[in-house]
C-alpha cells in the first residue's frame, strides 16, 4: 500500500511541481512577519495587508497553472544523425485554449528523471497561436537518443513561483558512428596478398575503364565512335569488371568490456570505409555479426548501412558470432573485395572460412589509437 502511495505521489509530482524562486522566499517571509505584527497588534491596516500578500499568492498560483494548461507540443526529429555532428530539432508550442493566454513559458527536454535546459523561452502565446522553436543538439554516442517528453514552466505573473507541468513527447533519432575520412593509403596497408584494394580492374561491367585502338576479334558494339572520329582511328572501349567495384564489410561483434573503446572504433571505422566506397561507386555490402546486407548504392543504401552500425551491439566473448548467412556466394571472392573489422581475437576463429582481402584487427585498430 505504502509503495502504490509512493508511486502515485512520485507520478503527480513529476506531472506538476512547484518551487519557490529567491524573490518568493522573501515575500513569504515578509508575510509571516506582517502575519505575526498583524496578531500582535490588532491593526486592521496590517490584516488588511497581510490580506492583499496571500492573495498575491493565491493568484500566482492560480494564474500560472492556466498558462500550463492546454498546451500541446509536437517535436520534428531528423531519421539519422552522425555521432559529434551537430543537428537540429523543433518543438512546435501550441495553446489550444480558445480566451487565455500563456506567458512567460520556458521548456525543457525531459528524459527519465533528467531536465536539460535548451533555452527556449515563450513570453507569449495567444489563444489558439502556435510557435515553432528550434535549438541545436549534438550526439555524443552512436545509438538511439530517446527523448520521453517535455516540461514547460512559468513564473508568471510576479516571479515568486516557478511552476512545471509535464506532457508526455515521445521521440528518438538513430545517431550513427562518428564518420571520418578515411586516408588514401589505409586500404594498401591492410591489404593481403599484395592486392590493391581501391583499384579498378578491366573487366565486363558498365563503368568506362579504358579507351584502346581496335583489335582483330573485338566486339564491334565496343567501338567508341566519338573517339574514332576524332582519332580517325578505330578506338575500341574498355570497362571496368563490375565485380572489382563491390566490397563486402565483415564487422565482429565479440569484444570484451575492456575492448569497448577499439570495438567502437571498429564501429566508426567500418561506417567511414562504407560511405567512402559509396561515395567511389562501390557497391558496398555490410555484414554485422550474422545479419548481411545485399549489395547496393546511393544515399538510401548507405542510410541502411549507417543505420545497422548505430544500432549494433557489443557482444561478449563468452557467446558466439552468429552464424554467417547461408549464401554462400555471399562470401566469393570473385563477388569483389572483402575487408574484416575484428576488434577482438583472431580472425580465422572469429571469420571461420571466410577469405578477407584486408584485415582489420586489433593491432590496427590500437596503432590508429595512437596516432590521433
Known amino acids: ?99 487565455l493566454p500563456s506567458f512567460s513559458l520556458h521548456l525543457w527536454d525531459a528524459t527519465g528523471e533528467q531536465e536539460i535546459d535548451r533555452g527556449l523561452t515563450l513570453w507569449q502565446l495567444m489563444p489558439g497561436a502556435s510557435q515553432i522553436l528550434s535549438y541545436p543538439l549534438i550526439a555524443t554516442r552512436r545509438g538511439r537518443l530517446r527523448f520521453d517528453g517535455v516540461r514547460v514552466g512559468t513564473s508568471f505573473p510576479f516571479g515568486l513561483f516557478l511552476k512545471k507541468a509535464y506532457y508526455p513527447l515521445d521521440g528518438s533519432v538513430v545517431v550513427a558512428p562518428a564518420v571520418r575520412p578515411v586516408e588514401s593509403t589505409f586500404l594498401q596497408e591492410i591489404a593481403l596478398f599484395g592486392q590493391d584494394l581501391s583499384l579498378p580492374r578491366k573487366g565486363h561491367g558498365s563503368d568506362l575503364y579504358n579507351l584502346r585502338q581496335y583489335h582483330a576479334g573485338d566486339d564491334s558494339r565496343s567501338i567508341h565512335w566519338l573517339s574514332t572520329a576524332r582519332t580517325s582511328k578505330l578506338m575500341v572501349r574498355e570497362t571496368e569488371a563490375e565485380d572489382q567495384r563491390r566490397v563486402t564489410l565483415m564487422l565482429s561483434l565479440l569484444a570484451p568490456l575492456s575492448h569497448e573503446r577499439l570495438f567502437e572504433d571498429a564501429v566508426s571505422l567500418t561506417a567511414s570505409m562504407a560511405q567512402d566506397f559509396g561515395a567511389r561507386g562501390y557497391q558496398v555490402r555490410l555484414v554485422v555479426g550474422g545479419v548481411s546486407s545485399p549489395f547496393g548504392q546511393g544515399e538510401a543504401h548507405l542510410l541502411g548501412l549507417m543505420e545497422s552500425l548505430a544500432l549494433c551491439e557489443r557482444s561478449s566473448p563468452d557467446g558466439r558470432e552468429s552464424p554467417a548467412p547461408s549464401d554462400k556466394g555471399a562470401y566469393d571472392p570473385e563477388g569483389g573485395a572483402t575487408i574484416v573489422f575484428v576488434p577482438w581475437g583472431e580472425v580465422r576463429k572469429v571469420f571461420h572460412g571466410v577469405r578477407a582481402d584486408g584485415i582489420v584487427s586489433e593491432s590496427v585498430l590500437q596503432g590508429r589509437q595512437h596516432a590521433v
Open 1 to 99: 500500500m505504502v509503495s502504490i502511495v509512493r508511486r502515485l505521489f512520485r507520478h503527480l509530482m513529476r506531472r506538476r511541481s512547484t518551487r519557490v524562486t529567491t524573490e518568493g522566499t522573501r515575500f513569504l517571509f515578509f508575510t509571516l512577519a506582517v502575519a505575526v505584527a498583524a496578531i500582535n497588534t490588532g491593526n486592521n491596516l496590517f490584516y488588511l495587508l497581510l490580506a492583499m500578500m496571500l492573495s498575491i499568492i493565491l493568484m500566482s498560483g492560480i494564474i500560472a497553472e492556466s498558462c500550463l494548461r492546454r498546451l500541446e507540443f509536437h517535436r520534428h526529429l531528423p531519421e539519422l544523425v552522425y555521432a559529434g555532428e551537430p543537428m537540429t530539432a523543433t518543438v512546435v508550442v501550441a495553446n489550444r485554449k480558445t480566451r
